[in-house]
């Protein structure tokens, strides 16, 4: 069985110019077509037939036609070789970024902040590239990572350093605390970090990295809090601190419009959360495929062309 399919590989020129000559029913069409010799066509042909050691072709009056034995065998390749085609085909496209896929881990604020942008521009130059983006909190994303489920995903830092993960920051975010209409005597001025463990707060909820963030920030500083409300995402953050139902912590971006409008205000504090970025995080053992390396190299500005 071994020598046989080895025999197989090393004879696929062989097979090769058998299909052609079968289809072009010629042994002049098929050189043309393989851009070969009519002799080394001819050479082959007779090859293939003593190797089987059966007759496989016939010359008639309208030139090469198949015997009953190479009209089965011809059956069989043709499904083969019209395989290897379209495998080809394939590949060319996804090499030529006409199609392909590209998978994607990214939570909702990495995703509307940053992501989309990108995403919109890559497909407007290449309609072709189906993108799936896993949306999820940064532990979900880092896991889909490490099992090799994702080319890339976009979260929000800090992470510790992790062997065989690159992580690069792409953007700068800051965490701000917002208020409504009913706590605005809070809006003047600069107050103690302190004045948080006395307001009803509305956070992420604690698996979240934007929760960690904050809340490591301040028992760093000595503050204990214990929010009123923990939710799911900081869109449903910035309606609950519009109707008043207590003070909102958001990255500033989710709120920025409420805040330009005057339905929020920002509660500005004497020590202010420090700023953190958005981490593009990829595989040290995982390559990315032509279109993901092709989507990194737009996103780190290192596009040819």
Same mark, same amino acid.
């Given at each position: #069985?071994?020598?046989?399919?080895? #025999? ?18 010629? @042994? ?12 080394? @066509? $001819?050479?082959?042909?007779? *090859? ?15 030139? %090469? ?17 019209? *395989? ?94 917002? %208020? ?34 904050? *809340? ?9 809090? $214990? ?32 805040? *330009? ?32 390396s092709r989507l990194l190299e737009m996103i780190l500005g290192k596009e040819k062309g």
């Amino acid at each position: #069985m071994r020598y046989s399919i080895v #025999m197989l590989i090393a004879n696929l020129e062989y097979y090769k110019v058998f299909y052609y000559t079968v289809k072009c029913g010629s @042994v002049t069409r098929a050189s043309e077509e393989l851009s070969l010799s009519q002799p080394a @066509v $001819s050479q082959s042909l007779k *090859q293939l037939e003593r190797i089987l050691g059966i007759r496989l072709l016939k010359r008639t009056s309208r030139g %090469i036609s198949p015997t009953a034995e190479g009209k089965l065998l011809f059956s069989f390749v043709e499904k083969g070789y019209e *395989q290897f085609e379209a495998g080809e085909k394939r590949l060319l496209q996804i090499r030529n970024l006409e199609r392909g896929e590209i998978t994607i881990g990214a939570s909702d604020m990495t995703l509307r902040f940053f992501l989309l942008p990108w995403l919109e521009r890559f497909h407007e130059t290449w309609p072709g590239i189906r993108v799936t983006v896993t949306n999820g909190p940064t532990p979900a994303t880092m896991a889909l990572l490490r099992e090799g489920r994702i080319d890339f995903g976009v979260v929000s830092g800090p992470l510790e350093e992790e062997e065989g993960i690159r992580m690069r920051p792409v953007q700068r975010i800051e965490d701000i605390f917002v %208020i409504g209409r009913n706590f605005r005597g809070l809006k003047e001025g600069k107050h103690p970090i302190r004045v948080l463990e006395k307001l009803p707060l509305i956070m992420m909820e604690p698996c979240t990295s934007t929760r960690k963030y904050v *809340q490591g920030f301040l028992e760093s500083c000595g503050v204990a809090v $214990s929010p009123e409300f923990e939710l799911a995402t900081s869109d449903m953050i910035v309606q609950f601190a519009i109707r008043n139902l207590g003070v909102g912590s958001v990255v500033r971006d989710f709120a920025e419009e409420q805040l *330009q409008a005057g339905a929020l205000d920002e509660l500005k504090l004497e020590t202010p959360i420090p700023p953190r970025d958005f981490l593009l995080v990829t595989s040290e053992r995982d390559q990315a495929g032509l279109a993901a390396s092709r989507l990194l190299e737009m996103i780190l500005g290192k596009e040819k062309g």
